[in-house]
């Protein structure tokens, strides 16, 4: 069955840090592009930045550079997210997903496989 299923979600205060991880199963992550993608309620899922699978190139929405990394493991058949410096902007549901072309973009509609999700908020 494929699964991708994120953990490390929570609460922090403005400028502190948190990481979250995308583990797979079902199925290898070395092939796939993988995105961080959150949703605010009342607002759109949005892309954050995503990773490919050949030459790892990376992509940043520009409310994120210089604040989170994408990273993969696929040893582990993980991806992580780092969060630094977060916003009380950044609270938001993030979501990993993979791209069965190889490929990663900031849409959503490209992805094939979701994981549930996992609660981010930024708040003092």
């Known amino acids: 069955q494929v699964q991708l299923v994120e953990s490390g979600g929570g609460l922090v205060q403005p400028g502190g840090s948190l990481r979250l991880s995308c583990a797979a199963s079902g199925f290898t992550l070395d092939y796939y592009g993988i995105g961080w993608f959150r949703q605010a309620p009342g607002k759109e899922r949005e892309g954050v930045l995503c990773i490919g699978s050949s030459d790892g190139s990376t992509y940043y929405a520009d409310s994120v550079k210089g604040r989170f990394t994408i990273s993969r493991d696929n040893a582990k058949n993980m991806v992580y997210l780092q969060m630094n410096s977060l916003k009380p902007e950044d609270t938001a549901v993030y979501y990993c997903?993979?791209?069965?072309?190889?490929?990663?973009?900031?849409?959503?509609?490209?992805?094939?496989?979701w994981g549930q999700g996992t609660q981010v908020t930024v708040s003092s």
């Open positions: 997903a993979a791209d069965s072309s190889g490929y990663c973009s900031l849409y959503p509609v490209t992805y094939d496989y």
